[in-house]
Every structure is written in C-alpha cells, then in structure tokens.
C-alpha cells in the first residue's frame, strides 16, 4: 500500500482519537442511562406494589416512615460468588487463572453491569479480589505471583490439590536431601 | 429478587402474603361469578358497586403478585389457592354473601 500523499498532521490525528473516544464513551453513557431508566421504571411498580400491599395489611403509609436504605446488591443465594469462583478455579486445573479472567467470567455468570470502569475496578478489588485471598487463608487455593518482588503484576490464582510440591519430593530422597532448598520454585 | 439480605425474610412474611392472596382470589371469584351471572334481579346499584370492588381486587392482585416476586422470584402467585377469608368480617354462607353485597355500594376501598 502507498503512502497517503497528504499525512494527517499529528495535532489532528490526536483531535480525530479523543473525539472518537469522548463520543464512545457518550455513547456508553446513554446506554446506560436508558439501562437505569428502564431499571427505575421497574422498581416505581415495585415500589407502589409495596406500598399498596402495607395498606392492605394495616400499615398504610408505611412507605412516608422508613427511611431509604442503600442496601447490598443481592447477587444470587447466600454464598454464590465464591462457589462461582471455586468451581472457576477447579475447572482451570491443572492451569490458574488471572484476576482479571475471573473477574470477567464472574461478570458474565451474575450478568452485572457498571456504570462506569471505576465500578468495575471497585468490584474487582472489593469483590473478586477479596474472595480468591478468603479462599486463599482458608487453604483452597494458591497464590502463584508473589507480590513481594511484583506488587503490581496481575494476581495468579490455583485451585489448590493435595500434593506434594518438587521440594517436598527432593527432600524425600535421602540422596538428594543435600541440595533441598536451592531451587526457590515449588 | 428481593433487595433487602435473606435474613430479614420470614416464614410470616410469606404465609401472611399468600393468605391475601388467596382471599382475593376467593373474593374475585365471587364477583365475578354475580357479574357474569347474568341475573335480571341484580340491582344497577350492586351491578355497579360489583363492578368497582372488581376494579380494586384486580390491582389489589396485581400489587400481591408483584410482592411475592419480589419476596422471591421462584414463587408463582397465581399457583395459590383461594379462601372464604374475606367474608369473615360479614358472616357465613348466604347471610354473610347478603352482607357483604349490602355493604357494597356504601365501600370507598
């Protein structure tokens, strides 16, 4: 292919670049506030059902005396994510996963949406990230990065089997024993 | 689903909903077993005061049907039975019928 006879000047390449991007994320953005339109919609019938139905059970006006409650978002039955997680893990054997994979495959199962990538990292950190290190203290899990030596490298994650680690192996073998401790790899 | 956590969910909650429903599944049965009756004898007062009390237990219905779905989504109102349970406040059998059609007219809800 030849080269174009007139290059776009740079300045306008980067106008061209952040006005694609400002209107993608425009874009996201009304879709998703015609996502919460409708979503508020739905809760306006609920709550006048709600409303109605304290009436009908001796308590009218109920809805005037409680106060609004940010409640936790339920995500399924008790105990869900991390049994989602689990079975992640379990199915990603012998491999692991990354934080990121799990955090995406999480999103997909529970079909959630953020409004904004802030929420999204807020519910990897508070969420996904929170649940690997729970399986990780409770001995169901391993942790493969280290983030001693890589703070910020993406975390690896291993459904934990019962078996022993190459050191463990070498320091079975009388032979070997000596040398047990040099290599710093399970 | 239902937004508050499980724990403040009870047994009492649900069976007091279900008994409602069923009440009014058992009273919209009534009226609209005398609308439809086609009864000459049926005055235009109680025909109208009939039609109105049917008015109210549809969206009275359709504010218990979205209660339980929101108490839990599994549930199918429209499984549960109906009972006699609003005639109570008038009586039994036809007496209590008689009653309830005389007080009709004269229900603002």
């Known amino acids: ?186 | 689903m239902a937004l508050t956590m499980t724990r403040t969910r009870t047994q009492k909650a649900l069976t007091k909903l279900a008994e409602r429903v069923a009440a009014v599944h058992g009273e919209l049965a009534y009226v609209e077993g005398r609308l439809d009756a086609g009864d000459v004898e049926l005055r235009e007062e109680l025909r109208e005061g009939l039609a109105r009390r049917h008015g109210e237990l549809m969206a009275m219905r359709e504010a218990l049907y979205v209660t339980l779905r929101q108490f839990d989504s599994a549930l199918d109102p429209t499984a549960i039975g109906s009972s006699d349970e609003w005639l109570k406040p008038f009586g039994r059998g036809t007496a209590g019928r008689r009653r309830y059609e005389a007080a009709l007219p004269l229900r603002t809800a």
């Open chain 1, 1 to 186: 292919m030849s080269a174009s006879p007139n290059p776009t000047p740079p300045d306008i390449k980067w106008l061209a670049n952040e006005l694609a991007a400002t209107k993608g994320e425009m874009e996201r953005i009304d879709e998703e506030l015609a996502r919460l339109e409708d979503r508020r919609g739905r809760l306006e019938t609920v709550y006048a059902s709600l409303a109605a139905v304290s009436a009908l059970l001796q308590a009218p006006g109920l809805e005037n005396a409680v106060a609004a409650v940010r409640a936790h978002p339920s995500r399924g039955g008790r105990g869900s994510i991390v049994n989602f997680v689990r079975a992640a893990l379990q199915a990603a054997l012998p491999g692991a996963l990354d934080t990121r994979s799990v955090t995406e495959l999480t999103i997909e199962r529970f079909a959630l949406q953020f409004a904004t990538p802030q929420q999204r990292n807020r519910f990897r950190k508070a969420t996904v990230s929170h649940t690997l290190q729970r399986l990780v203290n409770a001995g169901e899990v391993e942790r493969l990065h280290d983030v001693k030596t890589m703070p910020n490298a993406p975390g690896l994650w291993r459904w934990k089997v019962d078996r022993p680690s190459a050191v463990d192996l070498q320091a079975m073998d009388p032979e070997r024993a000596d040398i047990v401790g040099d290599d710093p790899w399970p």
